[in-house]
């Protein structure tokens, strides 16, 4: 059975998810800050990385800023939670790609943008695409 909730529940799990989101990304930066000292070469993200960007904006932006704001109600924070949670997810997957731990045959490429990454981004795009779609009807 469906158990009805409100802005202080969607702010506790929007905050448990903001604080894995931060954590994700806060590592993500040291490890590739750490790598480009030791090879002397540049820093940059994996585009994989800004689909974590992306969920940590809709978290807090969504969740928190507009809300507290009076410029949202509570379907909408659940809509962006939502969004949140599968770009979060679906950045797993994309880092994944990222270092072609999809293979199963051959050796990594070590390209900036290779095509694991690329497939795993397009279907989350689509994804989290039909899920706006789709929940913003629902409103």
Do not use: C
């Not at 000292?37 to 507009?66: H, Y």
């Not at 497939?119 to 039909?130: G, K, N, P, T």
């Amino acid at each position: 059975m469906f158990m009805p909730f409100d802005l202080k529940d969607l702010w506790t799990a929007g905050g448990v998810l903001l604080g894995f989101e931060v954590t994700a990304f806060s590592w993500r930066i040291k490890e590739e800050s750490m790598l480009a000292r030791e090879k002397n070469e540049i820093t940059w993200l994996p585009p994989a990385d800004f689909l974590n960007l992306l969920a940590m904006l809709a978290a807090s932006i969504g969740i928190f800023v507009l809300p507290v704001l009076g410029f949202s109600n509570l379907g909408l924070v659940k809509v962006l939670f939502g969004l949140s949670t599968i770009l979060f997810v679906g950045h797993a997957f994309a880092i994944a790609g990222h270092y072609e731990l999809f293979n199963w045959r051959t050796k990594r490429s070590f390209k900036y943008f290779p095509m694991q990454e690329k497939i795993v981004i397009i279907v989350v795009s689509i994804v989290s695409l039909f899920y706006l779609f789709v929940a913003l009807q629902r409103l």
